[in-house]
């Protein structure tokens, strides 16, 4: 990614400063509230929606006995991770200088299906998660080990899965 | 969603069940491994990838210097949250024998986003999530509360977000 005045691999480092000078001075900082809702679409599909962007569709693949026609949930989950990464990256390396040429991230993880399907006791879910950073760029090896350290301890969605979550999860009828 | 012979929720039961059976009696069915891959794509875009399923594009709201053009990545976690969710309704429904007409979710979390800007030390992600399942359905309400109850408590998505999870990032140069 090229650099223009004022600019890091496409981040304006003037908005960056201004964002975090808000924030520094705003006492309701830390409680930025995001959301997003879902819609079941039928058989193994569901659409779902944040602000006004376009449906986040999803399904399971054939194998799992779903129409295989987009991700799945535990697909979106590592990329939402993956994009989290990325933007950090981005972010945090601009803001040290860094120029950065290119960033890819590779993850995966195992699961028990048994579990989802009511087979087996235990963890439905990710035990562990691996992620691989290859990252192109023209600074050293501390300075970029040091970034990658950085990005993934202050990553929301890293943190997320990381750390034990609160799931307040009621049903009301319709 | 209507029903039809050995279909419920648009769920095949024949082929969920042969699923169950196949899984029971794979060694490895504990083993599923699941990935994804992420690309920067420049300032605080990404695009991932799951199989060859349409790139997932994120981007940050203007409020926090991305360009809008797409979900960020804490708005993909409480998607993928609610989707997984959402197939977990129909699923364990169609094995119970409940129709379903209608599922929604609402999902919502707050971050503290002077932790990603570095401006805070602390948990840059979720410490909580709400939820709230919006369901219509002709079952009774102590059969729908288990319904409900089983589906949080055997989702992929919801225990690993639930349960601490092992992260392993390395960085390599390209």
Not at 2 to 9: F, M, P, R
Request: net charge negative; charged share 20%; aromatic share 4%.
């Amino acid at each position: 990614m090229s650099t223009t005045a004022g600019t890091l691999n496409g981040v304006d480092l003037d908005t960056i400063g201004e964002l975090a000078q808000q924030l520094a001075g705003d006492p309701e900082a830390d409680k930025s509230v995001w959301s997003a809702s879902t819609t079941w679409t039928g058989a193994f599909t569901s659409a779902s929606h944040a602000h006004e962007h376009a449906p986040i569709l999803s399904d399971e693949p054939k194998l799992l006995a779903g129409g295989g026609t987009a991700p799945n949930r535990v697909e979106y989950l590592l990329a939402s991770l993956g994009s989290c990464l990325a933007v950090g990256y981005a972010a945090s390396a601009a803001v040290r200088g860094i120029e950065l040429r290119s960033v890819e991230l590779e993850l995966s993880g195992t699961i028990d299906l048994r579990v989802f399907l009511g087979l087996a006791e235990g963890h439905a879910g990710y035990e562990r998660i691996e992620v691989t950073a290859s990252v192109e760029s023209d600074a050293d090896d501390a300075a970029l080990q040091a970034l990658h350290e950085h990005v993934v301890n202050t990553s929301p969605v890293g943190n997320t899965i990381e750390h034990p979550v609160e799931l307040q999860a009621r049903l009301v009828r319709r």
